[in-house]
């Protein structure tokens, strides 16, 4: 049995604590490794030794801490076969998918190659008689990311990118779902270049987190995983005087208007519903089609659609559609909530209960579902499924639909699928919700612009990557400087050309 490590100061370290916990590979079933789970002391000897290397690395300067960050981009490239094949192991999702993740995450660390730009600063010649006013942007220190399982590549480079390349040491605490990427990655920081403790990886449970969240060396905590732990994480992070961005659940709406092309609506609804087995914090889990006469032809074009797809392991091949779901807690919390669904009177219009995979009879898979006539009341439409399940709620008017996805609790994201420009409009300007797709599914931004919902599905002000992340990984301190002999006698400018 593999035993897993943590990394530290620049190397594969072993855990002492003396517990582990099981990483399965979800397409067997089977336990295919044991993960240490650090204690608070373990926790706390590794944020002192971070904030230790992190004195150098903050006053490195920005162009070297940039070049960190161009290697990395050619050592990713260079194993991202092996690093695929790795997440996919660990997570069940399929090659492309798991390479979808890698280079979502690479495209941050690109973005970070132009830190020096982003770190200038600002400055105000002759504010007052001889003064002048400078703004500079510095390292908050050390800083935690506490990551989910479901993007276990693009979720820990969202954050540790834009945190090295600010100047900080980072603490990662990958989930313990999947901890091998985020290991190997830690590592190919180093042959780019990082100085060792610079790139900490502690594994552990809440109890590591909770050393994180209490340490008060660690001046800042992304965290990204459900909405009651982000919600926890916050309040117990601020309170200890941190700033933190906490990213919570979602429950994505794609509301399907009558005048849409429903074979493009069909077929993105496959992909962002079913892609991943729905573990997407961006997956399209509620289609709201417009009038019954869209839904009863939306119903109808995602049927064969869902029939068609292909659930297997992601050693089947490129045209496998989706694997596993993650652990068979979480296999079992699905197909329950699939049976809440049918009791409380939704129409389960794909029922895949019994499916099993030959041969991977002991997998956590499960088959694609589709209800119909899902109303706000019942529990399939309040909680995050996270699973390969599409709930439709059908809606009379334009004005209910977008009532609709305004009232949920959760506002990651959401999408419009229309052919009329007003009505796509007025649904971008008015929805409460942080990222909005028009005829696009899955409205991730790209690295430059910035990723985040709004109400619980986002606790904090700035959001993940692009312009904010700078912002969220340094402080602004302004230098206010006064010279009082003002300009020196004879020293006026000289305005005359070619003098
Ligand atoms: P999770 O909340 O179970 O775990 C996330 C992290 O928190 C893990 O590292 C875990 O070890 C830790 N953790 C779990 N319980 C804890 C506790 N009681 N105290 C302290 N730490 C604890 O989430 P998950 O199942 O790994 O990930 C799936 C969730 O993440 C979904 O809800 C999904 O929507 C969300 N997600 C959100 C975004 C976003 O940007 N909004 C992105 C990806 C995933």
């Keep these: 049995m593999q035993e897993l490590t943590h990394f530290i100061d620049g190397a594969m370290t072993k855990g002492t604590s003396g517990r582990f916990s099981d990483v399965f590979n979800p397409a067997t079933g089977e336990v295919q490794a044991k993960l240490p789970i650090a204690t608070k002391d373990e926790v706390d000897d590794v944020v002192a030794s971070a904030a230790k290397a992190q004195v150098a690395w903050g006053n490195t300067n920005p162009q070297r801490r940039a070049r960190v960050m161009m290697a990395m981009v050619g050592l990713m490239n260079r194993d991202m076969d092996k690093l695929a094949e790795a997440l996919s192991r660990e997570h069940g999702k399929t090659l492309p998918d798991a390479k979808g993740d890698l280079q979502r995450g690479l495209e941050v660390i690109e973005y970070c190659i132009g830190a020096p730009q982003m770190l200038k600063g600002e400055y105000t010649d002759g504010a007052g008689p001889g003064i002048d006013i400078f703004s500079m942007r510095q390292p908050v220190g050390v800083v935690a990311a506490i990551m989910p399982f479901n993007f276990p590549a693009m979720m820990p480079l969202w954050h540790v990118g834009p945190a090295l390349v600010c100047g900080n040491s980072v603490v990662l605490k990958p989930s313990e779902r999947d901890p091998s990427v985020p290991l190997m990655l830690a590592e190919l920081f180093i042959e780019a270049g990082l100085p060792a403790g610079c790139f900490q990886v502690v594994n552990g449970d809440k109890?590591?987190?909770?050393?994180?969240?209490?340490?008060?060396?660690?001046?800042?905590?992304?965290?990204?995983?459900?909405?009651?732990?982000?919600?926890?994480?916050?309040?117990?992070?601020?309170?200890?005087?941190?700033?933190?961005?906490?990213?919570?659940?979602?429950?994505?709406?794609?509301?399907?208007?009558?005048?849409?092309?429903?074979?493009?609506?069909?077929?993105?609804?496959?992909?962002?519903?079913?892609?991943?087995?729905?573990?997407?914090?961006?997956?399209i889990s509620v289609a709201v089609p417009v009038g019954d006469e869209t839904a009863d032809r939306l119903v109808e074009a995602l049927v064969p659609r869902i029939e068609k797809l292909r659930v297997a392991p992601y050693t089947d091949g490129d045209d496998v559609d989706y694997g596993p779901v993650v652990t068979a807690e979480a296999k079992k919390r699905i197909l329950s909530l699939i049976d809440k669904g049918v009791e409380e009177g939704a129409t389960l219009v794909v029922d895949n209960r019994d499916f099993s995979l030959q041969g991977y009879e002991n997998g956590f898979f499960v088959g694609p579902h589709l209800f119909d006539h899902v109303t706000p009341d019942m529990e399939i439409y309040k909680q995050e499924i996270f699973g390969p399940v599409l709930a439709t709620v059908r809606a009379k008017t334009y004005e209910d639909a977008l009532k609709l996805a305004m009232d949920h609790e959760y506002g990651n994201g959401t999408a419009i699928f229309t052919r009329d420009g007003d009505t796509a409009r007025d649904f971008a300007h008015r929805v409460n919700i942080g990222m909005v797709g028009i005829?696009?599914?899955?409205?991730?931004?790209?690295?430059?612009?910035?990723?985040?919902?709004?109400?619980?599905?986002?606790?904090?002000?700035?959001?993940?990557?692009?312009?904010?992340?700078?912002?969220?990984?340094?402080?602004?301190?302004?230098?206010?400087?006064?010279?009082p002999s003002g300009i020196k006698e004879g020293g006026e400018f000289n305005f005359k050309a070619m003098d």
């Design 439 to 483: 005829n696009v599914p899955i409205p991730v931004p790209l690295a430059y612009h910035t990723f985040g919902g709004w109400k619980k599905s986002m606790f904090g002000d700035l959001n993940q990557h692009g312009p904010d992340s700078f912002k969220f990984y340094t402080r602004t301190k302004t230098v206010t400087s006064r010279w």
């Design 207 to 283: 109890d590591a987190v909770d050393a994180l969240l209490d340490n008060e060396t660690i001046g800042g905590v992304s965290f990204v995983g459900s909405t009651p732990i982000a919600q926890y994480i916050y309040a117990r992070a601020t309170a200890n005087g941190k700033r933190a961005q906490c990213f919570g659940g979602a429950k994505n709406h794609m509301i399907v208007m009558p005048d849409a092309d429903m074979d493009q609506a069909a077929d993105a609804l496959i992909g962002a519903g079913f892609g991943a087995a729905g573990e997407r914090c961006m997956a």
